[in-house]
């Protein structure tokens, strides 16, 4: 079945980086756009950044110009380096494939998630 696993969450100080990896496996002949999400506590979750298999990226209002999406298509993977860190930038990254294209794609469903990685900044 489709997996997501992200890693790389982890606690650093205001102003640090830290770099999200999602790899996605268990699909073939079909390509989904893959996406970052975030939720803080007692918010909702909401979008960080995305990028399409043609490489176009969209971001937050909010991130733009700290982070920066990336993916090795040959694996996968998505990347998300954040950088300038800020107290705010504290929640859950979860990562999302949605937005299926390719003759197989009848076989999967129209998204998935993956189960989170948390991200905790201090100040």
């Known amino acids: 079945q489709v997996q997501l696993v992200e890693s790389g969450g982890g606690s650093v100080q205001a102003g640090g980086s830290l770099r999200l990896s999602c790899a996605a496996s268990?699909?073939?002949?079909?390509?989904?756009?893959m996406s970052w999400y975030r939720q803080a506590p007692g918010k909702e979750r909401e979008f960080v950044s995305s990028?399409?298999?043609?490489?176009?990226?969209n971001y937050a209002d909010s991130v733009k110009g700290r982070f920066t999406i990336s993916q090795d298509n040959a694996k996968n993977t998505v990347y998300l380096q954040m950088n300038s860190l800020k107290p705010e930038d504290t929640a859950m990254y979860y990562c999302?494939?949605?937005?299926?294209?390719?003759?197989?794609?009848?076989?999967?469903?129209?998204?998935?998630w993956g189960k989170g990685t948390l991200v905790t900044i201090s100040s």
């Open positions: 999302k494939l949605d937005r299926p294209r390719g003759a197989w794609c009848g076989y999967y469903a129209m998204a998935y």
């Open positions: 990028i399409d298999s043609d490489g176009t990226t």
């Open positions: 268990g699909y073939t002949l079909c390509t989904y756009d």
